[in-house]
């Protein structure tokens, strides 16, 4: 790859940020799944125009993908929508086979760098999940003590 290309990929996985960030607002794994899937498509309809293309006429000439991405538009579930689709395409592992193809030609590990995030708010939910039946705990105990100051209530929430 010649410094150009590499600096197209940068700027493309740059212009994808936004979408890859979406992993911090996750709860479940399913829902990283779906993130993940959404990077792959920003990357691919930058990086795998020919890749992107066929999946892209796959959803619009098949009535039930269309359809269904149609009436999710603007809604809570119109990424997962999307995603679900372009999963079902029969591109989508050619579309997600040359995204990791450019990526390695280049020398970025993007299942590396999302499987980083991924098991971090993994462990992150797993963590909240765990301490919740302590600050239950703390909270009762907060409100039935008679010394508590302004301070102690912020530490709550905390």
Known sequence: MTDQQVAHFTEV?????????????????DELDVVRDAFFLGMASQLCPNEYEAMRESLITDDTAFD??????????????????????????????AVHAVGSAVGSDLDGIWNTLEKGRMEWLGAVTAAHPL????KEALNKDK???????VDMKM
């Open 135 to 138: 600050k239950v705990i703390l």
């Open 13 to 29: 996985f740059n212009r994808n940020r936004a979408t890859l960030a979406l992993f911090s607002k996750c709860s479940t794994k």
């Open 68 to 97: 269904a991405i149609a009436s999710s538009i603007n809604t809570d579930k119109g990424l997962e929508t999307t995603v679900t689709a372009a999963r079902a395409s029969p591109h989508w592992l050619d579309l997600v086979t």
């Open 147 to 153: 010394n508590k100051t302004e301070r102690d209530e």
